[in-house]
């Protein structure tokens, strides 16, 4: 079973960062990529970023280019978004979610498992 749990939300100000974790454990062998969505209130959830395994190939939504950056600690089994130049409008709670699709992507359908979420407030 696949265990995904994400920490690191919290309430920061306008310009400020944040650093989140998802550790993830019970892999099954096909999963192939860890992704990072937000989801506001009344809106859609939204794919911000994956990270694909082995290769480390990246992707990011246009809204967070340039001030968020996903990485992966292969021996922690966690996975990190670092979140800079935060915005009022980056405010919402954060899920990563892991995903075995031949062609990875930030659409929900993509992805097998979802973790619990953590709330990212930005407001001055």
């Known amino acids: 079973q696949v265990r995904l749990v994400e920490s690191g939300g919290g309430s920061v100000q306008p310009g400020g960062s944040l650093r989140l974790s998802c550790a993830a454990s019970?892999?099954?062998?096909?999963?192939?990529?860890i992704g990072w969505f937000r989801q506001a209130p009344g809106k859609e959830r939204e794919g911000v970023a994956l990270i694909i395994f082995g290769g480390a190939n990246t992707a990011y939504a246009d809204s967070v280019k340039g001030r968020f950056t996903i990485s992966q600690d292969n021996v922690k089994n966690t996975v990190y978004l670092q979140m800079n130049s935060l915005k009022p409008e980056d405010t919402a709670m954060y899920y990563c979610?892991?995903?075995?699709?031949?062609?990875?992507?930030?659409?929900?359908?993509?992805?097998?498992?979802w973790g619990q979420g953590t709330q990212v407030t930005v407001s001055s």
């Open positions: 019970g892999y099954p062998y096909n999963i192939r990529y």
């Open positions: 979610a892991a995903g075995s699709a031949v062609v990875p992507g930030l659409w929900p359908y993509k992805y097998n498992f």
